[in-house]
């Protein structure tokens, strides 16, 4: 169903539902470093305080994207911030037993599923069609967005040798959270409801384009895997190799971020002016490759600089287009919760894969630099996945 008005509140909450979401999986990597030496923690385990949210997006996607359709109310994410509340306490209760900070974050990405379905869908439905690339370019914006919001909070406080207020701002925030779906109340339950209308083609008595959603799905495992495995990552080996104190790896870690969401907002301008979105996603995914593979064979800092220029251009390009892709193949206002679960199901696939990768590469004997090969070749297969998709859709095939 497609809006006649854009209702301005409703793209703000989702935009901001997003971004939250974001950062309470992104205030972990900043403090990585610190708790590692804290706590001793195994590397596998720590990888895994990120890939749980991702096994719970992944296990519960498709189940949460149909509750949402069917219930269209915000009482889902009053019991998602319960559930994220109860999450950020668990963590500061007993931080020294992995396991049970394993289990927090858990509770954490359980409610995260949920809110990264919901945000994308009510900001694609409180929008009219002349909005959507603005939409677009907001739901990309809403992971660097919460992983610049974490660094930034986070650098003073684990700068001075701590991390628990990290956590008590997390946990106010997800009040906040909660307080804003209930001052929202029926409006917020009412667009949640008519998002993928039962006109549309994500009615439950109409068949889905499964396949061609379940290449955006795939794509986004490949190209997430390498993403989430280079952001989880980067200020341990700033620290770790680089000798950087934890606090200013902090600060080094913004700085590919905050190039990314300058192209993710460019991205958005581009596609105002009516260029194709296949097209230009497959042209970021090819040049986010050719960095990878190029760049660990670079020693020249100006050559550098500009291959991280390079990927930040492809990786803001990325997951602009492929949170558009779902309306490219349903059509304009026809996105609903059950076609933005399957794309979000291959998108958890990749976050599960990505952070567990630089552990294992370095537990095989590999080093640090293999990274580069390991993500250049995921990149790469992203890009033929979608260049299938593409041509899938020239076809007119479903």
């Given at each position: 169903m497609t809006r006649e008005s854009s209702w301005w509140p409703g793209i703000a909450f989702g935009a901001v539902l997003g971004i939250f979401a974001a950062f309470q999986q992104f205030k972990l990597p900043p403090a990585l470093p610190l708790l590692l030496d804290l706590y001793g923690y195994d590397r596998l385990l720590a990888g895994g305080f990120m890939s749980v949210y991702a096994l719970l997006g992944l296990v519960f996607s498709v189940r949460i994207g149909g509750w949402l359709d069917r219930y269209g109310s915000g009482r889902m994410l009053l019991i998602a911030s319960a559930i994220m509340f109860c999450g950020n306490l668990g963590a500061l209760a007993m931080p020294e037993s992995g396991a049970l900070v394993l289990v927090s974050r858990g509770f954490e990405g359980f409610a995260f599923a949920i809110f990264a379905i919901a945000g994308p869908v009510i900001a694609n439905a409180s929008a009219e069609p002349r909005h959507l690339p603005l939409v677009f370019a907001l739901t990309a914006a809403w992971i660097p967005v919460g992983q610049i919001s974490a660094a930034l909070i986070g650098q003073p406080i684990i700068g001075a040798g701590a991390w628990r207020p990290l956590w008590w701002i997390a946990a106010a925030a997800t009040l906040g959270m909660a307080i804003w779906v209930a001052a929202l109340g029926r409006r917020l339950g009412r667009t949640l409801a008519g998002a993928g209308s039962k006109r549309g083609p994500t009615s439950r008595t109409e068949v889905l384009p499964v396949l061609n959603l379940a290449l955006i799905g795939v794509t986004f495992t490949l190209w997430a895997a390498q993403y989430f495995a280079f952001v989880?990552?980067?200020?341990?080996?700033?620290?770790?190799?680089?000798?950087?104190?934890?606090?200013?790896?902090?600060?080094?870690?913004?700085?590919?971020?905050?190039?990314?969401?300058?192209?993710?907002?460019?991205?958005?301008?581009?596609?105002?002016?009516?260029?194709?979105?296949?097209?230009?996603?497959?042209?970021?995914?090819?040049?986010?490759?050719?960095?990878?593979?190029?760049?660990?064979?670079?020693?020249?800092?100006?050559?550098?600089?500009?291959?991280?220029?390079?990927?930040?251009?492809?990786?803001?390009?990325?997951?602009?287009?492929?949170?558009?892709?779902?309306?490219?193949?349903?059509?304009?206002?026809?996105?609903?919760?059950r076609a933005f679960a399957i794309v979000m199901t291959g998108r958890n696939l990749g976050v599960l894969v990505g952070p567990l990768l630089i552990p294992a590469v370095l537990a095989l004997g590999g080093h640090w630099s293999f990274a580069g090969s390991v993500f250049g070749a995921l990149t790469l297969g992203a890009g033929f996945v979608a260049a299938l998709l593409s041509w899938r859709l020239r076809q007119g095939r479903i």
């Open positions: 989880t990552w980067l200020p341990t080996y700033l620290v770790e190799v680089l000798g950087f104190a934890p606090g200013d790896a902090v600060l080094g870690y913004l700085l590919p971020v905050a190039l990314l969401l300058v192209f993710v907002l460019a991205c958005g301008g581009l596609m105002r002016l009516g260029i194709p979105i296949p097209a230009m996603l497959l042209g970021s995914l090819f040049l986010q490759a050719a960095v990878w593979w190029w760049l660990p064979s670079t020693e020249s800092a100006l050559w550098a600089g500009i291959g991280l220029v390079a990927w930040a251009a492809g990786a803001g390009t990325t997951p602009t287009c492929l949170f558009a892709m779902p309306s490219v193949v349903l059509g304009t206002g026809r996105a609903g919760p």
